[in-house]
Nanobody, 116 residues
Framework: QVELVESGGGLVQPGGSLSLVCRASGSNFPLNAMGWYRQPPGRDHREMVAHITREGRTFYADSVKGRFTISTDSGENTVSLQMNSLTPEDTDVYYC?????????WGPGTQVTVSS
């Protein structure tokens, strides 16, 4: 069982920056991948924001390319998301994700609000 704990959400003005951090615990094996997802209002599923594999391959949603950067510290089992040039459209609950084998794990989510 993997437990994920997010931190770093909050309120920021448009054009500002935030950094999210997720720490994973409970696994004795390396995680296959970690990432960040969000669920926009009115949608019934979460959408990928950024994703990084154990090998270091990164993937980004088109809407955040060039603004967000995902990184990991495998020794600490953490994944971070640096978010720059934030817009009100980035407002959402951001969920940390991790995959171990064929099993997905989710954090409880952290609210990001972009508003003046």
């Amino acid at each position: 069982q993997v437990e994920l704990v997010e931190s770093g959400g909050g309120l920021v003005q448009p054009g500002g920056s935030l950094s999210l951090v997720c720490r994973a615990s409970g696994s004795n094996f390396p995680l296959n991948a970690m990432g960040w997802y969000r669920q926009p209002p009115g949608r019934d599923h979460r959408e990928m924001v950024a994703h990084i594999t154990r090998e270091g391959r990164t993937f980004y949603a088109d809407s955040v390319k060039g603004r967000f950067t995902i990184s990991t510290d495998s020794g600490e089992n953490t994944v971070s998301l640096q978010m720059n040039s934030l817009t009100p459209e980035d407002t959402d609950v951001y969920y940390c994700y991790a995959r171990l084998g064929a099993t997905d794990f989710w954090g409880p989510g952290t609210q990001v609000t972009v508003s003046s």
